[in-house]
């Protein structure tokens, strides 16, 4: 049964900072990874995917790796502001099921 | 750009009703999901349907919810009989294959 872990639950940081939000999961077999972002009582906004075959994608100051292999994906923002301040989610594409598991997400503050 | 849009954003209603939450999802999209999100919870798998039937449901699933789409453009889905534990945000969603998903702003459903 794939899990789908994200690590750390918070962060709070300074303006300006660069941060990584780590995800992992337990079944290799995927067809993708998503990261999407959800601000408070919001929706859920589609930021990156990544397809099993790729390493990386990168969109403005927001670059997510995948190592299939080790489970793990890792999303790169450069230069935080204010503004990203939300949760960020992980969800992978099981290919042995057709559905998105999340993560709990990771929450992010930057401070100005 | 498209969108996958819901109605209503936010619905009360007393235990025991019956509820229909709205979704229309991307136009040319073959996939659309439900997945619901208990406060401070994950994001979690509801359902998915394809080509006209249900191709996967999670045991949160039983026999109270039921999913439906009436015409072209319209993806329901129904709760017959509302427990105050369905109350949850829920979200719909929609891909072209095992390729990016897009989700909806969701529907607040409160039940007392």
């Known amino acids: 049964k794939q899990e789908v872990t994200q690590i750390p639950a918070a962060l709070s940081v300074p303006e300006g900072e660069n941060l990584v939000l780590n995800c992992s999961f337990t079944?290799?077999?995927?067809?993708?990874l998503q990261w999407f972002r959800q601000d408070p009582g919001k929706g859920l906004t589609s930021l990156l995917l990544?397809?099993?075959?790729?390493r990386e994608q990168t969109s403005g100051r927001l670059n997510a790796s995948l190592d299939k292999s080790s489970g793990r994906s890792t999303l790169y923002i450069a230069a935080s502001q204010p503004g990203d301040s939300a949760t960020y989610l992980c969800?992978?594409?099981?290919?042995?099921?057709?559905?998105?598991?999340f993560g709990q997400g990771t929450t992010l503050q930057v401070k100005p | 750009e498209p969108e996958v849009t819901q109605t209503p954003s936010h619905q009360v209603t007393q235990m025991g009703q019956e509820v229909i939450l709205r979704c229309v999802p991307i136009?040319?999209?073959?996939?659309f999901y439900w997945y619901r999100q208990i406060l401070g919870q994950k994001v979690e798998f509801l359902v998915s349907f394809y080509n006209n039937e249900i191709s996967e449901k999670s045991e949160i699933f039983d026999d109270q919810f039921s999913v439906e789409r009436p015409d072209g453009s319209n993806f329901t889905l129904k709760i017959r009989s509302t427990k105050l534990e369905d109350s949850a945000m829920y979200f719909c969603?929609?891909?072209?294959?095992?390729?990016?998903?897009?989700f909806g702003q969701g529907t607040r459903l409160t039940v007392v």
């Open positions: 990544i397809q099993s075959s790729q």
């Open positions: 969603a929609s891909t072209l294959q095992a390729t990016e998903a897009f």
């Open positions: 079944d290799s077999a995927i067809y993708n």
């Open positions: 969800a992978v594409y099981s290919s042995n099921t057709g559905k998105l598991i």
């Open positions: 136009s040319n999209h073959l996939y």
